[in-house]
């Protein structure tokens, strides 16, 4: 039976495993604590998948096992295991040993059930160090959302999230709630190279909440444990399963967001509630999106189009939705506020999710652009346009990420403008031009968008913090370069085949010119007298 070696490291250990290349991906697994984030680092540092799809390395390029947030209250099961998760186990066998001698002092002997429980984690421990396999680790990661295939069968799904689906996330969110998200992991947070396909949606309410944590909101405006836990969990139930508009895009956007605050240090520059508004907004800002857009919305004349008149329809919706789950008690993490301070973020989230209606585009960056050369950042009015250009940029910025992670989100959002457009020819709507299948191309959908649109944004935004041309622009005018290459490879293809169309009736019918002229025979060839 064919079968191939994963090399890798735990807590710097050579470790390797192996598996026949046919294995089922039930049966990779790798588990650390019942509850424990673990993930797999390729040479370059990159996380990947634990499934049948890891490439066989050697052990000069050995991946590396690690767990990124782990349980620090929890008892290590095993020396190997706590080694793995970072804990002492040497303290913690004295700690054990005190506990045994302060029992024979009070007892007079040691109960039966002590030997019973030294008996069993001897045994486990052994187990633990004499397995070779990648199974003793852990938990099972296949993730079957990564770069192969980012967008699930969305059309097989409801669009709403089944009670089954929300509280399975639920639990298990609950369940890493308290975890320790390592350091490194923190710091990768704030980067826009952050890949969101390697995470699974409980594992980005964890990663949300440690944005709150790390800005200091919940010291700051004392926000409980539980009310933010809840509050995630009802923003993720609201988010629903469609290709683009979903809760991955929620967290991408607000990665983006938290990754802007820490990269222009506006934690100097901003008070803590309008980045508390900035922050709340992007996890907020598409929610109970259904997958078609403001203009199918009016042409429809869909409930929403006439609730809010035609203005901003989903936006208004987004928000209206966003505070329907903040009037809940449990879920409001403002409760604690002033009513003055309320009122404030109210009217921040308001404007900030507001502004994401491309069709005010233009209007809100000529705003900025006149403030620009006399830029304040006492002025309230200059901060609300900053916030509305924050949370515009973070809206669209997949184009600034690393190509492995924008392309598959590009893949998403075409297959979203697809089936809008094509329920607009099933309901006899106008169809909107850039998202008609038969009109447009993967590349063609993103040259004229990136040059009209993200890089005057993206230019205007670094005018003001530099610092962003290397994490913001570059990425973007690379990206610009690869869809423009791509484009012309299509049209060349196009030509080629064009080309060889034409070429290929023009021997077929001459061909049939040669046939016909054979079966006429030398009578019907020979000229005829006028």
């Known amino acids: 039976m064919a079968t191939k070696i994963i090399y890798f490291t735990v807590n710097g250990r050579p470790e390797q495993a192996e598996f026949p290349l046919d294995c089922p991906?039930?049966?990779?697994?790798?588990?650390?604590?019942?509850?424990?984030?673990?993930?797999?680092?390729?040479?370059?540092?990159?996380?990947?998948?634990?499934?049948?799809?890891?490439?066989?390395?050697?052990p000069d390029s050995c991946y590396k096992l690690e767990v990124v947030a782990a349980d620090c209250n929890s008892?290590?099961?095993?020396?190997?295991?706590?080694?793995?998760?970072?804990?002492?186990?040497?303290?913690?066998?004295?700690?054990?040993?005190?506990?045994?001698?302060?029992?024979?002092?009070?007892?007079?002997?040691?109960?039966?059930?002590?030997?019973?429980?030294?008996?069993?984690?001897?045994?486990?421990?052994?187990?633990?160090?004499?397995?070779?396999?990648?199974?003793?680790?852990?938990?099972?990661?296949?993730?079957?959302?990564?770069?192969?295939?980012?967008?699930?069968?969305?059309?097989?799904?409801?669009?709403?999230?089944?009670?089954?689906?929300?509280?399975?996330?639920?639990?298990?969110?609950?369940?890493?709630?308290?975890?320790?998200?390592?350091?490194?992991?923190?710091?990768?947070?704030?980067?826009p190279t952050f890949d969101n396909w390697q995470w699974e949606d409980a594992e980005i309410m964890v990663l949300l909440q440690v944005m709150y944590v790390d800005l200091d909101f919940t010291a700051t405006f004392n926000i409980e444990p539980d009310v933010l836990h809840q509050f995630l969990f009802e923003i993720y139930r609201r988010y629903n399963n469609i290709p683009f508009h979903n809760f991955k895009h929620c967290f991408c956007v607000t990665q983006m967001m938290y990754g802007l605050i820490w990269l222009t240090d506006l934690r100097s520059k901003m008070d803590s509630?309008?980045?508390?508004?900035?922050?709340?907004?992007?996890?907020?800002?598409?929610?109970?999106?259904?997958?078609?857009?403001?203009?199918?919305?009016?042409?429809?004349?869909?409930?929403?189009?006439?609730?809010?008149?035609?203005?901003s329809p989903l936006e208004n919706h987004h928000c209206a939705v966003a505070f329907e789950v903040l009037e809940r008690t449990e879920c409001n993490i403002f409760r604690n506020l002033s009513m003055d301070q309320f009122k404030r973020i109210r009217e921040g989230i308001i404007k900030c999710i507001l502004a994401t209606d491309m069709t005010r585009h233009n209007e809100i960056l000529n705003k900025f652009k006149s403030i620009l050369p006399t830029f304040d950042f006492t002025s309230k009015e200059h901060r609300d346009v900053l916030m509305m250009i924050l949370i515009k940029v973070s809206d669209i910025s997949n184009e600034a990420r690393p190509m492995e992670v924008a392309e598959p989100w590009l893949d998403c959002l075409l297959q979203e403008f697809f089936n809008q457009s094509d329920m607009e020819k099933l309901e006899g709507l106008p169809v909107t031009p850039f998202m008609d299948r038969d009109k447009v191309s993967k590349p063609s959908s993103q040259t004229g968008f990136i040059r009209f649109v993200l890089l005057p944004l993206f230019i205007e935004l670094a005018n003001l913090f530099p610092c962003l041309e290397q994490h913001i622009i570059d990425p973007v005018r690379k990206a610009l370069d690869y869809y423009t290459e791509m484009e012309k490879a299509l049209e060349r293809e196009t030509q080629n085949r064009a080309h060889s169309d034409v070429t290929g009736k023009s021997k077929e019918a001459a061909g049939s010119r040669r046939e016909s002229q054979t079966n006429a025979g030398p009578e019907a060839q020979r000229p005829h007298a006028q």
């Open 75 to 191: 008892e290590p099961l095993g020396a190997e295991l706590a080694g793995a998760l970072g804990f002492d186990l040497s303290s913690m066998e004295k700690r054990l040993q005190g506990l045994e001698k302060k029992i024979l002092m009070e007892a007079g002997e040691t109960p039966a059930v002590v030997y019973e429980m030294k008996k069993q984690v001897d045994s486990f421990r052994e187990k633990l160090e004499s397995v070779e396999h990648l199974s003793w680790l852990g938990l099972f990661k296949d993730l079957s959302e990564g770069t192969l295939k980012p967008s699930p069968f969305y059309h097989k799904r409801t669009l709403h999230k089944t009670r089954e689906e929300c509280e399975h996330v639920r639990e298990k969110f609950l369940q890493m709630s308290s975890l320790e998200v390592s350091e490194e992991v923190r710091q990768y947070l704030k980067t």
């Open 273 to 311: 509630i309008d980045l508390l508004i900035m922050l709340t907004s992007a996890i907020c800002h598409d929610l109970d999106h259904t997958g078609y857009n403001n203009a199918y919305q009016i042409n429809a004349r869909t409930e929403l189009a006439l609730r809010y008149n035609d203005i």
């Open 25 to 58: 991906a039930q049966d990779v697994k790798a588990e650390a604590g019942p509850h424990d984030i673990l993930k797999m680092y390729n040479p370059k540092g990159n996380i990947i998948n634990i499934s049948p799809r890891l490439e066989p390395n050697s």
